[in-house]
């Protein structure tokens, strides 16, 4: 099975701090992505990145960075949180292949930030 | 005009009820249509995968799309309350490798 792992479920920082959120998975993906997901708003692409070293943005790109270093692990940077930014994120991963299995993008459990 | 339209819900349908969810779409470029599902406190994952028109079909769940009404629909028979979740409509073109979410729908079946 494959597996996305993010490094913590609950978050809560204060506005101004730098914030880091991993996400690491286990499959050997090329693609991954990192999303927001809010009320009224659904899930909205911040960041993706199709191999290591390489990132694209999304459609929500200000205020965020990333970093993917090694294939399996993708970083999403909030260099300076705001309160607009308290959200739930998720990562995501999907092989860069055709069809069916580029779509099956393969989720984690997502992490909820709260910035005060 | 958002490019993927979707009702928030929340539906309420008792177990047994054959259930309809809906998206509509304003890129013509879409040929890739999906939904996926989401648990509570879960990440989405994959529940159904159509390419261009048609219907498909998977145990309790149909897939429509009708890209000349720019307009896909997931059909659930006998409900059940397991099926309680929010329901994410997702698309693209062949241009791209980006997913759009629709905001997802609240299902609830009642037992």
């Known amino acids: 099975d494959v597996k996305v792992t993010q490094s913590s479920r609950y978050l809560v920082k204060r506005t101004g701090e730098k914030v880091f959120l991993e996400c690491v998975q286990d499959?050997?993906?090329?693609?991954m992505f990192w999303y927001r997901q809010d009320p009224g708003l659904g899930l909205r692409l911040i960041y993706f990145?199709?191999?290591?070293?390489?990132?694209e943005k999304g459609d929500i790109p200000e205020g965020y960075s990333v970093s993917r270093e090694k294939k399996e692990r993708f970083s999403l940077i909030l260099e300076s949180a705001s309160t607009n930014q308290t959200s739930m994120y998720l990562c995501?991963?999907?092989?860069?292949?055709?069809?069916?299995?580029?779509?099956?993008?393969?989720f984690g459990p997502g992490t909820r930030l709260t910035v005060l | 005009q958002k490019e993927v339209e979707q009702d928030p819900g929340p539906l309420s349908v008792p177990e047994g009820a054959i259930v309809s969810l809906n998206c509509t779409y304003s890129?013509?470029?879409?040929?890739?249509f999906m939904w996926y599902r989401q648990y509570s406190r879960k990440g989405p994952e994959l529940l159904m995968y159509?390419?261009?028109?048609g219907n498909k079909e998977d145990g309790r769940f149909t897939a429509q799309v009708d890209k000349s009404s720019k307009y896909i629909s997931l059909f659930i028979r006998d409900s059940q309350p397991s099926d309680s979740a929010t329901y994410l409509c997702?698309?693209?073109?062949?241009?791209?490798?980006?997913?759009?979410f629709g905001t997802g729908t609240l299902l609830a079946v009642q037992p």
């Open positions: 995501a991963s999907s092989p860069q292949t055709s069809g069916r299995f580029l779509d099956t993008q393969y």
């Open positions: 499959m050997d993906h090329e693609n």
């Open positions: 990145s199709y191999d290591v070293k390489m990132k």
């Open positions: 890129n013509s470029a879409f040929q890739y």
């Open positions: 159509t390419y261009s028109s």
């Open positions: 997702a698309m693209r073109s062949g241009a791209t490798n980006k997913l759009i």
